[in-house]
């Protein structure tokens, strides 16, 4: 290891020990490489980082389907899809909770976001489970934990970033979500059946046939917009952007139209809301690849390759020490961090072992997302505990056999890899 290596790491180190944000530490790293490492290259400083930093960020889909997110959220689309999710579980024993998990996969369609979803819909959710007579911790934990499937079903935002480290097809990246997402929406119910009969919590609303038919017509514009992305992208009517685009176009048009619950101040806000989030995703997208430039050109990932080959004689053993060691990263830190900065590591391997870049990109998503509701730093554990004023210890309790499951679905998906690639081979057969 040189000076220059060390001193990228170092500062980067330091900056997340002083909580800098993600985008402007893995600028400022770069730019203390090329202080160490190159002087003699700062006059062509600005060049590299300008060069690199704009090449990072090609994609338009994620800012598309930020939008719709946004536009959805702002509609007040929520409250006709819990209504009509309801009508479909509310009978059953625990029906509220198996409806924040349903309506977590349906909600997962749109916005792609865990962090949306659990800020969108959760508050909504813990309310009416609190009181229903659900314990507060455990709202709180299966809000967090349903959250898990929006960046797992498509759209996905981090999938989508994927694709732009990996050069995977970000439809097929979609395509091989689908039934992980649903599987673990099934497991999260399995639990909450089981859960909701030994504390004897409550069924949900009961609805009549014409109250649940109501339901159901009130909702379906909004629904339409999950149907209408995936036929837009797998029907082969167009591009994930192209299909991000035709669906914000559609959830303005019923947010207008058909709710009337958008008016201009709305979209006003809902495109400033857009912009800042879009700029941060830009930064964050640019800075990381500035970071895998200066990581490529000092050889690391070859380093790297070279080291894990030694102690991993093949790809099963391989994946087993990437899923330990991305589970224990996200104990620590952030997706964003794991993404941006660890998975341009091991990419290399994945390659150099075989492994379908496709399959290992959910693979990676299910395991980041893991991370979001895994103590001490799981930032859905704070989201959920401040929505429901609940002490985040309780929350940790309540959901530490979710995150059991999760991770055995994470290790079924590892080793069972037609799970995930039985419908992008179809897709690709078609």
């Known amino acids: 290891m040189n000076w220059g290596v060390f001193v990228l790491f170092a500062v980067l180190a330091v900056c997340f020990i002083i909580r800098m944000p993600i985008s402007f530490s893995m600028l400022v790293a770069p730019i203390a ?90 508050l909504m959710e813990i309310q009416q489970m ?19 499937i929006g960046p797992i079903f498509p759209p996905s935002i981090p999938m989508v970033i994927y694709g732009m480290l990996s050069g995977a097809s970000v439809g097929k990246l979609f395509m091989g979500g689908m039934v992980p997402g649903v599987l673990l929406a099934i497991l999260l119910m399995i639990y909450v059946f ?11 609303v009961i609805m009549t046939l014409a109250q649940f038919l109501r339901a159901t017509l009130i909702a379906l514009p909004a629904l339409l917009t999950v149907i209408l992305l995936l036929w837009g992208i797998y029907g082969g009517v167009c591009t994930p952007t192209e299909a991000g685009a035709l669906a914000s176009a559609y959830a303005l048009l019923i947010g207008f139209l058909v709710y009337r619950s958008l008016g201009w101040e709305k979209l006003k806000i809902i495109l400033v809301k ?14 990381a690849y500035l970071f895998s430039y200066v990581v490529a050109l000092e050889k690391i990932p070859a380093t790297v390759a070279s080291f894990v080959t030694g102690i991993c004689p093949n790809k099963y053993i391989f994946l087993l020490v990437v899923n330990i060691v991305f589970l224990l990263l996200g104990c620590v830190l952030d997706v964003s961090t794991i993404q941006l900065v660890f998975v341009p590591m091991v990419l290399p391997l994945v390659k150099a072992f075989g ?22 730093f799981g930032m859905l554990l704070f989201i959920v505990s401040g929505l429901g004023k609940t002490k985040i210890a309780g929350v940790i309790r309540e959901i530490l056999p979710m995150v059991i499951i999760m991770i055995a679905l994470l290790f079924l998906c590892t080793y069972c890899e037609p799970i995930v690639m039985f419908l992008p081979n179809l897709m690709h057969g078609a």
């Open 33 to 122: 490489y090329f202080l160490v490492a190159n002087p003699n290259r700062l006059n062509s400083l600005y060049t590299v980082i300008t060069g690199n930093m704009i090449a990072g960020f090609t994609m338009l889909a994620a800012p598309l389907f930020v939008f719709m997110a946004n536009v959805l959220n702002e509609s007040e689309i929520t409250d006709k899809m819990f209504n009509f999710c309801n009508g479909l579980l509310g009978r059953m024993k625990g029906g509220t909770a198996q409806v924040n998990v349903l309506i977590s996969l349906i909600f997962s369609g749109m916005t792609g976001s865990a962090i949306a979803d659990a800020s969108g819909i959760g």
């Open 194 to 204: 089981f859960i909701s009969h030994k504390r004897n919590y409550p069924s949900g």
């Open 355 to 376: 492994i379908d870049l496709v399959h290992f990109g959910v693979v990676i998503c299910l395991n980041m997302m893991i991370g979001l509701s895994t103590p001490p």
């Open 274 to 287: 857009t912009a800042a989030n879009t700029a941060t995703l830009a930064l964050l997208c640019g800075s």
């Open 130 to 148: 609190k009181k229903e007579g659900y314990d507060a911790e455990f709202s709180c934990a299966i809000t967090a934990a349903s959250a898990t």
